[in-house]
């Protein structure tokens, strides 16, 4: 079965800093991979996929991702934090044929200035 | 710009009641979904539709019921609302199920008193 892990619920970067939100996945099949943004009183976004192809995934925002077959991993990341960027992240799978997608449970970004 | 409004941002009902959310997609979408999400548990299928009248039970469909009549719009149930249906109930929809992007509604925030 496919899952997604999410590493801390809650994170908290400074203006300026780098952003790393973690999530980590496990899936028999080749998976599709994605990264959505949830801003206050939002629905969600999506930030950037990862289908196939280049590893190395540019979003919106100045986001990016790269999808790690051997850790199973497709961590985001942004170099410099803006306090536009305090939301709720998700991290989501789908695999193979399923017509689902598995969330994570998300991680709440905080920027403080 | 795929547009997929959602019929209230805000309700308030009392316990028995029947209750009907609605999810309207202006892009011709043949993939539709209602989520629910909690603190702490992330995003939760309840159901989703893959064709008109065509539909399939999520992870948590006790309780619900959905209809879809028209191939834009997707109508979720609760056919007697209780005070554990308080949540934030979120519609999506989307080309191919799993392969692409799902778009998002702005959510109801439903509260069963």
């Known amino acids: 079965a496919q899952s997604v892990t999410q590493l801390g619920s809650h994170v908290s970067v400074s203006e300026g800093a780098l952003v790393l939100l973690r999530c980590n996945y496990s899936?028999?099949?080749?998976?599709?991979l994605f990264w959505y943004v949830q801003y206050p009183n939002q629905g969600l976004q999506l930030l950037l996929k990862?289908?196939?192809?280049a590893t190395l995934v540019k979003g919106i925002n100045g986001f990016e991702a790269e999808f790690k077959k051997s850790e199973t991993s497709f961590h985001l990341t942004k170099p410099s934090a803006h306090m536009s960027d305090a939301a709720e992240y998700f991290c989501?799978?789908?695999?193979?044929?399923?017509?689902?997608?598995?969330w994570g449970l998300g991680t709440s970004l905080a920027v403080n200035p | 710009d795929v547009k997929v409004t959602q019929s209230s941002r805000y309700l308030v009902k009392r316990t028995g009641e029947k209750v009907f959310l609605e999810c309207v997609q202006d892009?011709?979408?043949?993939?539709m979904f209602w989520y629910r999400q909690d603190p702490g548990l992330g995003l939760r299928l309840i159901y989703f539709?893959?064709?008109?009248?065509?539909?399939e039970k999520g992870d948590i469909p006790e309780g619900y019921s959905v209809s879809r009549e028209k191939k834009e719009r997707f109508s979720l149930i609760l056919e007697s609302a209780s005070t554990n249906q308080t949540s934030m109930y979120l519609c999506?929809?989307?080309?191919?199920?799993?392969?692409?992007?799902?778009?998002f509604g702005p959510g109801t925030r439903l509260l069963v008193l």
């Open positions: 990862y289908t196939t192809g």
């Open positions: 892009m011709d979408h043949e993939n």
């Open positions: 989501a799978v789908r695999a193979g044929n399923n017509r689902k997608l598995i």
């Open positions: 539709s893959y064709d008109v009248k065509m539909k």
């Open positions: 999506a929809s989307s080309f191919l199920a799993g392969q692409e992007t799902q778009y």
């Open positions: 899936s028999s099949v080749p998976p599709y």
